[in-house]
């Protein structure tokens, strides 16, 4: 009895915190306080952290080496940087309507997708993100070690490059390589501790400095070798092979954009208005052709001085250094290679951590915060063995990478659910509800709508992955449908989802309220609570008792300019 009275002791003492202390009544079993709305005081991140935050984002080691992918299937410089714009752009679109919902409700992902998915149905597409993104988590992680292992040997010099290697060739990694990653491990461990509402000032910091770094190593590698050597690829492709290594060439920019499209509820929640998401566009449309553009000169630069092209930003680094070898060197090659680890971690910050964090609390609403599951996801970076992924498994790299895929359709469903079905309107405390008054419940907890849309979106690509993994394995004309899978997928799955719903009309409002205006985001101007509501937050209900009725923004069209709901 003791033991037993220990351990539920342990249980209770593991419990989250249902609710703010505001309410009186819980959302319920499906919430707990880091998934329900964020209250005012949490919405602290301005228009200015937006547009850091998605300038910051294509500052990766990532973005950085698309050139290669694209030089190696026969693109000339020019054609990749018009294909990083028009893929840049597409993102920015769907940045755009994805980010509006999360700012009107303030709600993250593994709420808001509840609408199209239903709530039980929102478990697989939170359980997918969340896999992808712990495997991502230690990738990224051993991509900053590598830059930290360069910033390190500036600091040693050759004592710390010749360090007595103890590990076998089959680990994959080199003593150094491995104090490397602890040290890159230990660094990024109290970012866990960090919530997202206050993560915005980190981006602002990663926004100055890694540009500088980027701009600084390409005028370097520019003047030292005077000038660029762009012909990196063997043979170029025309004719129809070059339109489809064009569409191939979207697809891997919007690829390296997913994160951010599928993550930004986590973060949109925190703004304050919807006009703040406007900075996330114009921040990206600059920045993930800017890196690009900087990867492509930096590394035809080097090419030209060292005959060989170093596509990885620490290849490069080590190349100079041991070319270079001097005080000012280490001094330039230290800091361009630490700035970019730092820049790597804040990468791995909103595009892994925060997003695992969320998922968690959605699956696990009584045991995980946000916090709570940004903690874990570091501990299971030793589990993933990142640098076995890296240098022994590109199979397994490749099929991580059709990730794009699997929660493209998810994306699609999600937009037309809001803009189109929906009308903008959300029921917020519906969507903790598992009970059939509530309009998410659908069928069983599931929207065989959204099934069927997802089906459909992604039985249309999956062969390609086939064909990714084992060139020659399927046709050319599957290879073709899985290179234009980003967009092949998003309009299948819209289409399938706004017909499905044309046919069979969701219930837009919780039974008893089925004569509530569906005007364009009525409902946000109360952020989706109506009067009887049992559960009805501190701020909002204030203004019901005080009779005022919330100013609509006016940054979103008005009712006239917005199709009726289903």
């Not at 964020?38 to 998605?54: E, K, V």
Request: charged letters at 15%; aromatic letters at 14%.
């Amino acid at each position: 009895m003791a033991g037993q009275s220990a351990v539920t002791r342990l249980k209770e003492a593991a419990r989250t915190k249902e609710s703010s202390d505001e309410l009186d009544t819980k959302y319920g079993p499906l919430s707990n306080i880091d998934l329900e709305p964020s209250p005012p005081q949490d919405r602290s991140w301005s228009a200015w952290y937006f547009g850091f935050f998605q300038f910051s984002i294509a500052f990766s080691p990532t973005t950085y080496n698309i050139g290669s992918s694209l030089y190696s299937i026969g693109l000339s410089w020019w054609t990749i940087i018009i294909a990083s714009f028009v893929g840049t752009l597409l993102c920015c679109i769907v940045l755009f309507f994805n980010s509006r919902g999360p700012s009107r409700y303030h709600v993250g992902f593994p709420v808001m997708v509840r609408s199209s998915a239903g709530v039980y149905g929102a478990y697989f597409f939170v359980f997918i993100r969340m896999i992808v993104a712990i495997f991502y988590e230690g990738t990224q992680t051993y991509y900053a070690s590598r830059l930290l292992d360069v910033a390190l040997r500036c600091i040693f010099g050759s004592s710390w490059k010749n360090m007595p290697n103890h590990l076998p060739a089959s680990a994959g990694i080199t003593t150094a390589q491995m104090a490397a990653f602890f040290i890159t491990w230990l660094l990024q461990l109290p970012s866990a501790w960090m919530h997202p509402s206050k993560a915005g000032p980190v981006f602002a910091v990663k926004s100055f400095l890694s540009p500088i770094a980027y701009l600084v190593t390409m005028i370097w590698a520019i003047r030292t070798f005077n000038g660029v050597e762009l012909n990196l690829s063997a043979k170029y492709v025309s004719g129809s092979d070059l339109g489809w290594s064009f569409m191939r060439a979207i697809n891997t920019v919007v690829s390296g954009v997913v994160p951010p499209m599928v993550n930004i509820a986590d973060l949109a929640r925190y703004g304050k208005r919807p006009r703040d998401m406007s900075p996330l566009v114009f921040g990206l449309f600059i920045s993930k052709p800017l890196v690009i553009l900087i990867g492509l000169f930096t590394t035809a630069a080097g090419a030209k001085g060292f005959g060989k092209a170093f596509w990885n930003l620490w290849d490069f680094y080590s190349a100079v250094l041991d070319a270079y070898w001097g005080p000012g060197t280490r001094t330039l090659v230290f800091l361009g290679a630490f700035i970019q680890a730092f820049a790597t971690v804040v990468t791995n910050i909103s595009s892994n951590a925060i997003p695992i964090g969320c998922d968690l609390a959605a699956l696990f609403p009584s045991y995980f915060t946000i916090v709570r599951g940004q903690i874990l996801c570091n501990l299971l970076i030793w589990a993933v063995v990142p640098w076995l992924l890296v240098n022994s498994a590109q199979n397994f790299l490749t099929f991580l990478g059709s990730y794009l895929c699997f929660i493209t359709p998810v994306v699609a469903c999600m937009m037309v659910d809001y803009w189109l079905v929906r009308n903008g309107n959300l029921h917020i405390p519906s969507l903790y509800r598992a009970d059939k008054a509530s309009p998410y419940f659908y069928t069983g907890g599931v929207n065989l709508r959204a099934a069927g849309a997802w089906v459909s979106g992604v039985v249309l690509v999956i062969s390609g992955i086939s064909g990714a993994i084992r060139p020659g394995s399927i046709s050319q004309t599957a290879v073709n449908v899985y290179n234009t899978g980003f967009l092949l997928s998003i309009v299948t799955s819209a289409v399938v989802y706004y017909i499905l719903s044309r046919l069979f009309p969701p219930k837009l409002y919780p039974d008893g309220h089925e004569d509530t205006s569906t005007a364009w985001e009525y409902m946000a101007t109360t952020e989706g609570f109506l009067p009887d509501d049992p559960v009805i937050p501190g701020y909002i209900r204030e203004r019901m008792l005080l009779g005022e009725e919330p100013v609509r923004v006016d940054d979103g069209p008005s009712s006239e300019e917005k199709p009726k709901p289903m």
